[in-house]
């Protein structure tokens, strides 16, 4: 519950973005870890903005599946299901997801989560340098690490952020830099950022600027590099980065649907991670201040055609889903009653049989 000194929450969208939310048949997911919470934006039944947010400590990656999606928090990753059956709109809601299962990683800093067919996750452990699957009797099993790693430490050497994945396996993944040393990724910013090719360990793309959020889509490799504030696209011929469009913000996490991205934008913070950036100085040319804001752009014109602005209480975004075929979506935490009186009874049919 916020107090008398906690910011306003201000989410406003551009003139155009509900008719275009509309027009999608889905809502939209984004998760910020400095203020603790995951949003989910849909549409009232009168075509205004619906918000809901619930509170996570540290929420960070996101991933969307079939009636389900996982989210990372501290310590712990949470598989959350749509308990709500297909036509049923209690209150206005169509959907209404359920955190239902934790697993506690501990504090490993997970980044990017990809949902794979069977339902498990498949993420980004930054502090371990790995990509990784949750394990049975711990907190998780590495599955490739970059080649420059010599080994599986609780160190964020190289700042392994983001991963494409292709048929459920990691197919590129971006870091900042190619460090093997503790918090070495920070001498990296500036240009140091790297695309690597998961089945070659080949680095295809180099001199980035802290590079974020790469996905697969329509078989071109897109991605974010946050330090120019600039999306683009992965030209795997050539190896390099094509920018697409310049946005006003530190942009991480990125989603599509259609012809259009969605990608988070952040207001840069004060400190070390953020100073000496281009993106500070192509803001100044430009005349631009830095956003917090989904942005969506579209894939053929390069334009920014609608904007979701988020002042006041949220300043910085990681992640950002897009969750199709739902309007109007609704969670529950685990700060109120709520969820104490939430039951879904599912048959054996549904499971596939019993289970001993």
Wanted: hydrophobic letters at 40%; charged letters at 20%.
């Amino acid at each position: 519950m916020m107090d008398a000194k906690t910011p306003k929450l201000d989410i406003s969208g551009s003139r155009l973005f509900v008719s275009w939310l509309a027009s999608c048949n889905a809502s939209l997911a984004f998760t910020t870890y400095q203020a603790g919470k995951l949003f989910m934006i849909g549409l009232k039944p009168d075509q205004s903005l619906s918000v809901f947010e619930r509170t996570f400590d540290r929420c960070m990656g996101l991933g969307m599946g079939q009636g389900q999606f996982w989210m990372s928090s501290l310590y712990q990753m949470w598989r959350f299901e749509n308990f709500l059956d297909q036509g049923t709109t209690p209150d206005g809601y169509d959907a209404l997801y359920v955190p239902l299962a934790g697993h506690t990683t501990g504090d490993v800093d997970v980044h990017d989560i990809h949902v794979c067919a069977d339902g498990s996750p498949l993420f980004v452990v930054t502090r371990f340098n790995c990509i990784a699957r949750l394990a049975e009797k711990g907190s998780f099993t590495p599955v490739w690490h970059p080649p420059f790693i010599d080994r599986i430490a609780a160190e964020d050497r190289c700042h392994l952020n983001g991963m494409a994945v292709e048929n459920d396996r990691p197919r590129y993944v971006t870091c900042v830099g190619a460090s093997n040393v503790s918090d070495g990724w920070r001498d990296h910013r500036t240009s140091g950022g790297l695309v690597i090719d998961v089945d070659s360990n080949e680095t295809i793309v180099s001199g980035l600027s802290m590079p974020h959020s790469p996905r697969l889509y329509r078989d071109t490799l897109y991605m974010l590099q946050s330090g120019t504030g600039e999306f683009g696209k992965i030209n795997l011929d050539e190896g390099t980065f094509e920018p697409i469009c310049f946005l006003p913000g530190f942009a991480r996490g990125l989603s599509f649907i259609g012809n259009y991205a969605v990608i988070g934008l952040s207001q840069p913070r004060d400190g070390r991670t953020f100073n000496g950036l281009a993106l500070n100085e192509r803001l100044e040319a430009e005349g631009a201040t830095a956003k917090c804001a989904l942005c969506i752009v579209n894939l053929e014109t390069g334009d920014v055609e609608h904007r979701l602005d988020i002042e006041g209480l949220v300043h910085e975004l990681y992640d950002v889903a897009v969750v199709p075929g739902v309007q109007r979506p609704k969670m529950l935490g685990f700060r109120n009653d709520e969820i104490r009186f939430a039951a879904r009874i599912v048959d054996e049919e549904e499971t596939g049989g019993p289970r001993h």
